[in-house]
């Protein structure tokens, strides 16, 4: 049976012996010398939960810092699509796996992602050991042919790592999905079981052009069309209005939060603490490196405890519940059992460095996290109960990093 | 003659080798057998200026965590004022010495203080080799007889390092400092030679406090005081309007720019784009630990950058004007010549990891730096020609996390 054992780790501010077993946290107050395949000195660290990045687009780390501080027209027209029309089946995996090394490195175990040639992707997703529901994008320009081909795909498709890796229904946006497609997203997500996943209201000019076509705002256009669903992700939210939110939280929607990227590209802000008090799921997101830079959800998650404050007040989204939306609350969206460090739950885990100065003095270890910390407050990262970082070494970080390089200088030749 | 070489470094793009002599950069293309005391192989790393934070209070680091997500009022009056009330010199030497190593560790080099017992920070920035702009805090309820005593001290005070520390003038604010005081501190200033900074306009409160008293706002009342000059460097300025921006243009006032703090505590938004358009030198600070909770000057310079542009446009302060904001325009405040990699200027640096993930791929080493980077990839760091952090190691690390342990648990017990 695989099983590891956290030897005297802090845990809600008192040491303990962890077992984890089969993937799972199994006995928090475990006798020192429990019997486990692996025994692991955590005397100078403590344990919260792993992060759920619930919104990305992780090859897109190879665009990262391409293009910045540009109209987002321009910025699409010009430099990311004519890059990404090069890309090919191997950049998507040297990519994803260049976001999956740094999304360790900062605490990251599960992504939602959304982009192509989703194959690689479940490859890197399968070989480094964290979770992620990956999208299959849809969208018109597609044509009908590879719409129906990936639709089948999403059909038949047998996950390699059941619990792990599943897919997710990904139709683009109400600007680049017509009523057609969508309802046949939404059905296909329906009949398959599965989540899905797409852009809504990021953009005031995404919500006049709805305006404009169907007469109404992306929110209730979806709902008309009786795509939303408790299986949705929502990701970004940004331009809702208070009828809009109660939509979303009757319907059981997550919405996926990704301040770094709406306040990057200049598309505002997502009211997420009065989408949290309305009843929905908030969760937080990344969104892709080209657009943020980086993946890194510690950092995200105070972009989104202090926007909440500075759109509210001093008292608005503290520290332990801004964790909460980044762990706890993006398992759920997923159906996982996980973002809590519990006797059952799904062993997904950080190892802080308590000799870290940001982690002193300790208070308060959830503060000291949101607000103090960085990447380099974190010693160790678990994922179904496996060391995927050890006392801050990953397996092939040279040459991850290697092959992003190759590739790119591929990409730009 | 003090000198260090660093060999094979990348600088704007290209590998080169860099002399630097008694504290300066004196060759930027120095040959790579140059003699030199100290030769540092920067084979894999990036030269960048070091940062520059114009507004902290060091010793705050002791109050990290200790209380959070709460009024401001009730903040101060129930928490910080307390605790601060029970710290004695050892603790303000302790605290400093914990913020001064995290700002090492982060790339900073220079800091502009303002808090109490002023030579204990100065004893830990001539111990750790770093900058800094130390402000004797003065406010009217100190009293006549301390007030005197600290403007004497101020007036007779030699620097232990010159050119590397200076007291500054810093009466607290217009609400706590009267008017008398205020232009005594101005005079003394002068008189001194030394810079004056102070909190202004900070919450909206203030704003309307002084409009009550005085009959104007904070930047008018302290110009018709006589107190704004090239000399003053102003904290906040969150609630300014165009007028006053004009006002602190006109007088070459620096702007301190401080949004983790001014997000956290729910004061506001800074318009930083505005003011530095008007004509203002804007620079970065962090505030204290205890309202942001760190002194990263990175994560505050990518803060800055992107509330500028979701309060503008995408285009509102790119990455290259972000980093200056954080470095040059920062060491100009203070009449040095740094924040730059050029001969003749102050030798304060950073040495990026170029093997970080975040820097890979390097389109664009100022996109990644500002928008992507965290303190992992500092891998060393240079002040006055001198490495304070040689590939992540700063001398007594340990004994400085030891001693806030002890200082913090005396002073919570």
Redesign the interface.
């Known amino acids: 049976m695989r099983s590891l054992l956290l030897k005297n780790v802090l845990l809600d501010g008192a040491r303990t012996n962890i077992l984890i077993e089969n993937g799972r946290f199994c006995d928090l107050h475990a006798a020192a010398d429990a019997a486990a395949e692996t025994v692991y000195d955590a005397s100078g660290e403590a344990i919260v939960p792993s992060f759920f990045n619930t919104h990305t687009h992780a090859a897109m780390?190879?665009l990262?810092?391409?293009a910045?501080?540009?109209?987002?027209f321009t910025?699409l027209n010009d430099h990311i699509w004519p890059f990404e029309a090069r890309m090919r089946p191997s950049d998507i995996y040297d990519g994803s796996r260049?976001a999956i090394?740094?999304m360790i490195?900062?605490g990251t175990t599960f992504f939602c992602d959304m982009y192509w040639m989703v194959e690689e992707t479940v490859r890197a997703v399968e070989e480094m050991g964290v979770r992620a529901a990956i999208g299959v994008s849809l969208m018109d320009r597609l044509g009908a042919e590879k719409i129906a081909r990936d639709l089948e795909f999403l059909a038949g498709w047998k996950s390699p790592a059941p619990g792990r890796i599943e897919l997710v229904v990904a139709p683009h946006a109400v600007y680049t999905v017509g009523p057609e497609l969508m309802q046949r997203c939404a059905e296909a997500a329906r009949a398959n079981g599965q989540r899905l996943t797409l852009h809504v209201s990021e953009t005031a000019q995404e919500v006049a052009d709805c305006v404009r076509t169907y007469g109404m705002s992306p929110v209730r256009w979806l709902d008309k069309l009786g795509v939303l669903g408790p299986n949705v992700i929502a990701a970004h939210c940004v331009h809702v209005d208070p009828e809009e939110m109660a939509i979303l939280a009757e319907r059981g929607v997550t919405v996926a939060h990704n301040p770094?990227s709406?306040?990057?590209?200049?598309?505002?802000?997502c009211p997420a603490a009065q989408l949290a008090a309305a009843g929905c799921n908030v969760t937080i997101g990344t969104d892709g490196?080209s657009s943020?830079?980086?993946l890194?959800m510690r950092?995200e998650m105070?972009?989104a405890?202090?926007?909440a404050?500075?759109s509210?007040?001093?008292?608005?989204?503290?520290?332990h519940e801004a964790l909460q939306w980044a762990t706890a609350n993006g398992a759920r969206a997923f159906g996982l059992d996980a973002g809590r460090i519990a006797p059952g739950a799904l062993a997904d885990a950080v190892l802080l460095d308590l000799?870290n100065?940001?982690l002193?003095?300790?208070?308060?270890l959830v503060?000291?996290w949101v607000?103090?910390?960085?990447?380099?407050a974190v010693s160790s990262v678990i994922c179904d109960g496996r060391l995927l970082m050890q006392r801050g070494r990953i397996e092939g970080?040279?040459e991850?990093?290697a092959r992003?390089?190759e590739a790119?200088a591929r990409l730009?030749a």
Chains 1, 2 share one sequence.
């Open positions: 780390t190879l990262r810092g391409y910045d501080d540009m109209p987002l910025w260049l090394l740094e490195r900062s770094c709406n306040m990057k590209l200049s598309s505002g802000i490196a943020n830079n980086n890194d950092e105070k972009f405890a202090l926007l404050k500075v509210g007040s001093s008292e608005t989204l503290p520290a000799s100065e940001r002193n003095p300790n208070y308060n503060s000291n607000y103090a910390a960085d990447s380099r970080e040279e991850i990093i992003a390089r790119v730009t």
